[in-house]
Each structure stands twice: as C-alpha cells, then as structure tokens.
C-alpha cells in the first residue's frame, strides 16, 4: 500500500491438464489457445484471457500464468484500487435511538411473514409488534408511543402500505423511519412510495440480512456484526435430499448447512433423486434440485415425484435450485410440481428462509400434534 492505493493480487489456480511453457507465451493474445483442440473439446473462443489482460491493464496491474503440464495452472493477477477514507456513519433516527430501546411494528396480512419479522427481530434482540392490517396497525400506534421503525407490507387489503404510510406522516411528527416490504418491482411504485414519505424499501422474499443491513443503516452502524450476530437454526433429526450433479456444489451445501445438524442425503442426477426418495420417502422432510442435470433433469425427477401413488410424493416440499430466475423459468419449476426456488450461485439466506419456511413449520405441526 502506497499512500491512498493499495494493490491486491488474487490468484485462481486449478489441478487441470495443465500448459506448457512454449503455449504459455501467446496465451493472452486474442483468438489464441494452448491447443488447436482445446475450443472443441473443452469449449471457448479464445477471447477470455486477452478481454481479462486488457482489463487488468486499465485497473494499472499485470495477469501472469504458472503452470507445468499434468501439474494444473495458476492464473494470477495484480490490480491497484484507491482507499476509502474513514467517514463516520449518520442513522435515519436520532442519536439516543439504540438497539436496546429500538421499537419496530411489522405490518403483513400473511401471517408467515409476521412470524418470520417476530422471529428474526428476537434473534437480533429487537422489541417487535406486528399487525395483521393497516387498521390494526393504527391501533397500535394510537395505543403506544410512536414506533420508531416501520416494515410495511405494500400490497394489503382495505389499505395499502403507501396509503399507511401517509396516515402514520400525518399523525406523527418524529424521526421514524419507513421501510417498504414488497415481491413487486421497486420502480413500480418506487414514486409514490417516496412522496407518501417511505424511506426505504426491501424486496420479499426477505432474507435476514438484508433486514439487519436496513438496521444498520437506520442506527447508524458501519459494522454489520454490530447488529447482526447468525446464528444458525438447529434442524436436528430432519433429512434432506439434495440433488446436484456438480460434486463442489454438493460440498458447498453440505458445508454450509453443517451447523444445522440436518442431515444430508445426496443425489447426483435426478434419476438417482427419483430412486433414493421412492426407496425411502418416509425419511425425507425436504428436496433441494437443481433444474439442470445429467439424465434426468429437476424438473422430470419432480413431475416423477409428484406422480407417485403415495402421500408423501405429493406433499414432500421440493425447492429448485438454479442460475436461471427469469419469471417464465421459474413458472416452469412451479408447473413441475416445485413449490419454490432459489438462485445460483446459492445464497445462505435464501436457503434459511426455505428450510425455515418448510422444516419449521412441519416441526411446529408435529409438536402440535405430540401435545393433541
């Protein structure tokens, strides 16, 4: 580090084929490979390294190779990035407004979502209160001191969560802040939103993060563990199956949801889904497939499923995985028989959400029925 610019290297190696070192020389070269067979064999244009030299080049650092055939390579490059400077953080609420005394009223007409702001906001040691509807919520405000944050729901019957917003600006006079939770497009009502007075907005489905992030940003916290301390769900003596043909991706999951105590079986295609679960449905409280697989894809493993003449093929919850989110993919794994998904390259907390979605909620019946 010189002054305000720091110059980080990264380094991507693998255990490949490996290249030799008069292939080495030209390799950064537009339209160039290490073998006339490589594009056809293993796909590729040529194009990769020369785009990536060229964009190192502007960030003022260098690419490089190390490699030894049969021994993989190691490409690594170095790029040099201005510093930051230090800046203090301002909140969206007053200065006395801590976590401790933090007030937060949830407004949802699902009561999924009102269990799930309860949930999180406990775990964050945060006073919630939650409404079912706008009318409800007035009451409570009316009842109680203002509250200082506002999650609220912007599609709700009777009122809407821009036309609350507007009540709650009229009646109170303070530092609140409002913040808009939605599955719609944020520029679709992104203007009138703001000029009700909403402060900021959060799409659903809603991740834990992504609410202790907004928190911060109200408290005026630059470290996210200042507020926000994961602390993993125990889904112990529940089992899943997850399909996925890439073995990393297996591992990635496995290693991610280690600290859940869940139970991992894996599946590498879908055909092998297909004859884990009709072997053992009974063990099975959850599927993960992925949408693209060797063959059998997710989607035919999930009609499959769905077709099988026992109850648990019908109500078993099977969540897709895939890179691919555009509305008519995922209507696509809707018609297969899925009843959610979640994107690639996976994301911890859409995970969570699901798992606590589908595993909690069967927990939950099931203790319900101990008691009964």
Same mark, same amino acid.
């Given at each position: 580090?010189?002054g305000?610019t720091?110059?980080?290297? /990264?380094e ?16 950064f070269?537009l ?8 594009s056809?064999k293993y796909?590729?244009?040529g194009?990769?390294?020369?785009i990536?030299?060229?964009? /190192?080049e502007? =960030? ?15 490409f690594?490059?170095?790029? @040099?990035?201005?510093t930051s400077?230090?800046t ?7 200065s006395d407004v801590?976590r401790k ?19 999180i906001?406990?775990r ?9 509807s706008?009318e409800?919520a007035?009451?409570? &405000? ?19 969560g821009?036309?609350l917003?507007k ?6 006079k303070?530092?609140?802040?409002? /913040?808009?939770?939605?599955?719609t ?13 909403? @402060?900021?907005f959060i799409?659903?489905?809603?991740f ?13 916290i630059n470290?996210a ?12 003596g529940k *089992?899943i199956?997850?399909?996925?043909d890439?073995?990393v991706?297996r ?9 859940t ?12 889904a297909?004859k884990m ?5 009974e063990?099975? $409280?959850m599927?993960?497939?992925d ?10 493993a999930?009609? *499959?499923?769905r077709?099988?003449d ?5 109500? &078993?919850?099977i969540?897709?995985m895939?890179a691919n989110?555009? *509305?008519? $993919?995922?209507?696509?794994c809707?018609q297969?028989?899925?009843?959610? +998904? ?12 699901r798992? +606590?979605?589908? =595993?909690?909620?069967? *927990?939950?019946?099931?203790s319900v029925?101990e008691?009964?």
């Open positions: 580090m010189e305000d720091c110059t980080l290297q /990264v991507v190696a693998d255990t490949g084929i490996g290249i030799s070192k008069e292939n080495q020389t030209n390799l070269s339209f160039q490979q290490a073998e006339s067979e490589t056809r796909g590729g244009t194009l990769g390294l020369a990536s030299k060229r964009i /190192v502007l =960030l003022g650092g260098e690419i490089w190779i190390e490699s030894d055939i049969g021994k993989g390579s190691a690594i490059f170095t790029a @040099n990035f201005k400077p230090e203090k953080k301002f909140g969206l609420l007053v801590n005394n933090l007030r937060v009223l949830a407004v949802d007409d699902d009561p999924n979502v009102r269990t799930y702001m309860q949930d906001m406990k964050l040691g945060i006073n919630c209160d939650i409404a079912s706008a409800e007035i009451i409570l &405000i009316n009842e109680n001191t203002p509250y200082n944050i506002y999650f609220l729901d912007w599609k709700m019957p009777e009122m809407n821009i036309e917003t009540k709650i600006k009229e009646q109170e303070g530092n609140s802040v409002i /913040v808009m939770i939605s599955a497009e944020w520029s679709a009502i992104e203007k009138g939103a703001q000029l009700a007075g909403v @402060n900021k799409a659903k489905p809603l834990p993060s992504a609410i202790a992030d907004c928190i911060n940003e109200c408290l005026g470290d563990q200042g507020v926000w301390e994961e602390e993993m769900e125990d889904f112990s *089992r199956l997850l399909a996925e890439v073995e991706n591992e990635i999951v496995m290693a991610l949801l280690e600290p105590n869940i139970v991992i079986d894996c599946a590498e295609n879908g055909e092998v297909l679960f009709s072997e053992s449905p063990v099975y $409280d599927i993960f497939m949408v693209q697989m060797p063959e059998m894809d997710g989607y035919e999930t009609r *499959r499923i077709a099988m026992m109850p648990k093929a019908k109500s &078993i919850p969540v897709a895939t989110v555009f *509305r008519e $993919d995922i209507e696509k809707f297969a028989g899925m009843d959610a +998904h979640i994107g690639k390259p996976i994301d911890l907390d859409q995970m969570m959400a798992m +606590h979605k589908y =595993l909690k909620r069967k *927990r939950n019946m099931d029925e008691e009964e």
